[in-house]
Nanobody
Framework: QVQLVESGGGLVQAGGSLRLSCAASGRTESNYPMGWFRQAPGKEREFVAAITWSGGSTFYTDSVKGRFTLSRDNAKNTVYLQMNSLKAEDTAVYYC????????????????WGQGTQVTVTN
């Protein structure tokens, strides 16, 4: 079992930055990919980014490429989503996920989920 706790969400103006963190616990080995999804009001949950267990590869949805950066510190069992140049359309609840099997971009592939953290971007 893996428990995930997100932090770092909040209210920011368009063009600003936030850094989300996701701390994992419960399993001694951190050798699993981790990722982020988001869900805006009235919309389905969508893939944002993922990172392999080594941190050597990252994947992003097109709308965040060049603005978001995902990294991980396996010594702390934590991943970080640095979000720059935020736009109003980035407003959503952001969910951390771990240990996927299959297509990273599909939420059904991920085994473990956090409770989510709200990100609100105002114009």
């Amino acid at each position: 079992q893996v428990q995930l706790v997100e932090s770092g969400g909040g209210l920011v103006q368009a063009g600003g930055s936030l850094r989300l963190s996701c701390a994992a616990s419960g399993r001694t080995e951190s050798n699993y990919p981790m990722g982020w999804f988001r869900q805006a009001p009235g919309k389905e949950r969508e893939f944002v980014a993922a990172i392999t267990w080594s941190g050597g590869s990252t994947f992003y949805t097109d709308s965040v490429k060049g603005r978001f950066t995902l990294s991980r510190d396996n010594a702390k069992n934590t991943v970080y989503l640095q979000m720059n140049s935020l736009k109003a359309e980035d407003t959503a609840v952001y969910y951390c996920a771990a240990d996927p099997e299959g297509d990273y971009s599909k939420d059904v592939a991920w085994e473990y989920w956090g409770q989510g953290t709200q990100v609100t971007v105002t114009n």
